[in-house]
């Protein structure tokens, strides 16, 4: 069935750092990719997606970009802030156990320090 | 603006005992789901119900079963809590099934559970 592997957490950064959180993926077809938030206390949140190859999804200063060559769709953001601290999971629509669903990777965990 | 609501927010469980989690979603969606998060592994696919009046199961089914009780809520009940079963439970809905392309799933702000 289809997966999706995220870089292990956490990843520490100082304020105003550049972030990138690394996510690969294997599916039949063409999936839908996904990034969702999830802050302390809270559920989770969709972030940005995107649906075909080459698509840039982005939000809150966050992007990514669908490269089916690499079957990667990597989350980036210029300079984070201490509010940006959560776990992020990448996801994507996709085939498993017989049916089509959402898939998510293990969550990366980000902490931004002042 | 109250989305997916789940009730408990926390439960300690004996093992042995059994208890339903409860959801509830008012923007009208016709999917739902049960998800476990558990540490390195993410969130594992419980059971859903692409439609009112279907359920399927998920990826970790056993333990578990649930209803469909109308298109607003979906409930999760464990029969006979084990300690494998200390998780933190999340509800989902979705406009339509979640195997859509484009189809953007709502969470609630989960349900941390203990089996002792």
């Known amino acids: 069935g289809d997966s999706v592997t995220q870089m292990e957490g956490p990843v520490t950064l100082s304020e105003e750092a550049f972030l990138t959180i690394n996510c690969t993926y294997t599916a039949t077809g063409y999936p839908s990719l996904f990034w969702y938030v999830q802050y302390p206390g809270e559920g989770l949140q969709l972030l940005l997606k995107a649906t075909k190859a080459d698509d840039k999804g982005s939000n809150k200063g966050f992007e990514a970009t669908y490269r089916k060559e690499t079957t990667s769709f990597h989350l980036e953001k210029g300079s984070v802030q201490v509010s940006d601290s959560a776990v992020y999971f990448c996801?994507?629509?996709?085939?498993?156990?017989?049916?089509?669903?959402?898939?998510f990777g293990s969550g990366t965990r980000l902490l931004v320090r002042p | 603006n109250a989305g997916v609501t789940q009730t408990p927010k926390f439960q300690v469980l004996k093992t042995g005992q059994s208890m339903t989690l409860q959801c509830a979603q008012d923007m009208n969606h016709n999917s739902m789901y049960w998800y476990r998060q558990d540490p390195g592994m993410g969130l594992r696919l419980i059971y859903y119900s692409a439609s009112e009046g279907t359920t399927d199961k998920g990826e970790v089914p056993n333990g578990y079963n649930v209803s469909r009780l109308n298109k607003r809520e979906f409930s999760l009940r464990l029969e006979s809590a084990a300690p494998s079963q200390t998780s933190v439970y999340f509800c989902?809905?979705?406009?339509?099934?979640?195997?859509?392309?484009?189809?953007?799933?709502?969470f609630g702000q989960g349900t941390r559970l203990t089996v002792v």
């Open positions: 996801a994507l629509s996709g085939w498993k156990d017989s049916s089509y669903k959402l898939i």
């Open positions: 989902a809905s979705s406009e339509d099934w979640t195997g859509g392309m484009n189809t953007e799933a709502f």
